[in-house]
């Protein structure tokens, strides 16, 4: 089992930045994903930046440039920094984790993540 814990978020400006922090725990095996979702009132949820155990990582179009996605395993936490941040990334922000037999699963939708964080809310104001 693992355990992810989200902290971070709150409310910004449009164009202000925020840190998102997600602290794992557990057993986690040599090929790994783990990634950061979103979900908006009325919205389905969306894959915002995903990363494999060999350090590729995969972002949403609406975030590219924007947003990055980054792993500390000495600190056992994941990170997304948000820059620039526009009132449409108003959710509730989610880590996630899965464990794989090929990297290449990360990236696909047939492929759900099957642990996840409690969530945070990130809310830009215009």
């Known amino acids: 089992q693992v355990q992810l814990v989200n902290t971070g978020g709150g409310s910004v400006q449009s164009g202000g930045s925020l840190r998102l922090s997600c602290v794992y725990s557990g057993r986690i095996f040599s090929r790994y994903c783990m990634g950061w979702f979103r979900q908006a009132p009325g919205k389905e949820r969306e894959a915002v930046a995903r990363t494999s155990s060999d350090g590729t990582s995969m972002y949403a179009d609406s975030v590219k440039g924007r947003f990055t996605i980054s792993q500390d395993n000495s600190k056992n936490t994941l990170y997304l920094q948000m820059d620039s941040l526009k009132p449409e990334a108003t959710a509730m922000y989610y880590c996630?984790?899965?464990?794989?037999?090929?990297?290449?699963?990360?990236?696909?939708?047939?492929?759900?993540?099957?642990?996840w964080g409690q969530g945070t809310q990130v809310t830009v104001s215009s």
């Open positions: 996630a984790a899965l464990f794989v037999a090929y990297d290449y699963m990360c990236f696909n939708p047939d492929y759900e993540y099957n642990f």
